[in-house]
Structures are given as C-alpha cells and as structure tokens.
C-alpha cells in the first residue's frame, strides 16, 4: 500500500439519483426517494478514491465498515456531492467521514472503513469460505 495521501484530504463524487435508487424491497417499491442502501453504495464509492489512489497493482480495497444517518430524502435526479474526508490511517484501513449534500441540504452522513490487501489474501480468504 502506498500511503501518500495526507489526512484530511477530500476527494468528492457527484451522483444523479435514479429511479433504479428508490427504496424498494421484494414485496415492492417504499418510497420514490433515494434508498438508504443506495446512499451506502455512493458513499463507499467516495471513499474507495482513496483506495484506489493508495492501493499497489497487487492489492484490492475491501470494505470493513460502514455508517450512515439518513437525514433528508434525495429525490430522483437530484444531483447529490459526496464528499470523502480521510481521518485515519492505521496500517492498512482507511477510515472516512462522508458528507451527502443536495446543493445546500444536507442528506446525510457518515463514516466508511476500507482494508487494502494482497489480492491472493483475499483470494484465499474467500476460498476458504466457499462450501
């Protein structure tokens, strides 16, 4: 892992809500608003940049950790501004605080944890996994 992103650096990503977004489960669509879930996906997204930018040709990004408070809905094609703030580094994890805004609203926050490992680690972890 190359570690050469100083803390509290930002790297942002903007996205347009689509209706594919919507909060929606097998029994049927919520709400014709951006799902929570959706939300997690974008934010992980923000903070796997960082990630990318840091990881070796051999290694991968994995997800550890990931929290969200929902504040306000997001309607379709809002475009909406996740901001990933880097906070920590400890040995291979990343840690971010992320911001979703809409313009000036603030549609939520929270904090997303990446690993960088050898891709053959994982290969072997998810090997062992497997039944």
């Not at 929570?36 to 992980?44: A, H, I, P, V, Y």
């Not at 969200?68 to 997001?74: C, D, G, L, V």
């Amino acid at each position: 892992m190359v570690n050469n992103v100083k803390l509290g650096a930002v790297r942002v990503h903007k996205y347009t809500v689509k209706a594919t977004d919507a909060a929606s489960f097998d029994a049927g669509e919520v709400h014709q608003v951006m799902s929570t879930f959706s939300l997690g996906r974008e934010m992980e997204w923000s903070s796997r940049l960082f990630a990318l930018e840091m990881k070796e040709a051999d290694e991968e990004g994995i997800g550890t950790m990931l929290e969200i408070k929902h504040i306000s809905p997001a309607l379709f094609n809002a475009e909406l501004v996740f901001e990933a703030k880097l906070v920590a580094v400890v040995k291979n994890e990343l840690t971010c605080e992320i911001l979703v805004t809409d313009e000036e609203r603030i549609v939520a926050t929270g904090r997303t944890g990446q690993k960088i490992l050898k891709k053959e680690k994982l290969n072997q972890i998810f090997t062992s996994l497997e039944r």
